[in-house]
Antibody, heavy 116, light 111 residues
């Protein structure tokens, strides 16, 4: 069974940092592009970043470019999102997502709250 | 303001048919990029409903169908059921932004 389990969310002050992790199981992580998608409370889905199968190619939404870094460790079956210089508008549930036929598997999400 | 435009809400009675539109531009849907549709039930993560414009993953009822034409795509739901009440999002790729993009979402209410 495919599972994606995010961790690392929490309350952080503006300007602070957090690192999200996503533990993948039930499939071979190295075969798939992976995405981070976020959803602010009561709002829609917003693409954040994506990474190629071997990590050599990464893309970011303009709103997070230069502040967030996506990475993966295929040997550890884990996807990461390093988030620096956090702002109030980064407050959201962050989903780790596998890309195959569309975005076909989603984690349960981890809540990041940026507030003083 | 989302790159892909969806109606904020649609509604229908049980058994009826509803459609949800997703309007893009020549840099995304009109450029030939695939459109995917997701259903998000209250308090849960999204789930893929239609991928690559018209394809249903296994387990998705054939009451759900997708289409694409020009710079727009549509999701149709026939034989509406109470459990279809959810938020629906379309997604594609925008070559001008070099980014994956979502529609703003449509809330379906089953009357």
């Amino acid at each position: 069974e495919v599972q994606l389990v995010e961790s690392g969310g929490g309350l952080v002050q503006p300007g602070g940092s957090l690192r999200l992790s996503c533990a993948a199981s039930g499939f071979t992580l190295s075969n798939y592009w992976m995405y981070w998608v976020r959803q602010a409370p009561g709002k829609g889905l917003v693409w954040v970043s994506r990474i190629s199968t071997d990590g050599s190619s990464t893309n970011y939404a303009d709103s997070v470019k230069g502040r967030f870094t996506i990475a993966r460790d295929n040997a550890k079956n884990t996807l990461y999102l390093q988030m620096n210089s956090l702002r109030a508008e980064d407050t959201a549930v962050y989903y780790c997502v596998r890309a195959d036929k569309g975005l076909d598997y989603w984690g349960q999400g981890t809540l990041v709250t940026v507030s003083s | 303001q989302s790159v892909l435009t969806q109606p904020p809400s649609v509604s229908g009675a049980p058994g009826q048919r509803v459609t949800i539109s997703c309007t893009g531009s020549s840099s995304n849907i009109g450029a030939g990029h695939d459109v995917h549709w997701y259903q998000q039930l209250p308090g849960t993560a999204p789930k893929v409903l239609i991928y690559s414009n018209t394809n249903r993953p296994s387990g998705v009822p054939d009451r759900f169908s997708g289409s694409k034409s020009g710079t727009s795509a549509s999701l149709a739901i026939t034989g509406l059921q109470a459990e279809d009440e959810a938020d629906y999002f379309c997604q594609s790729y925008d070559r001008s932004l070099s980014a994956s993009v979502f529609g703003g979402g449509t809330k379906l209410t089953v009357l």
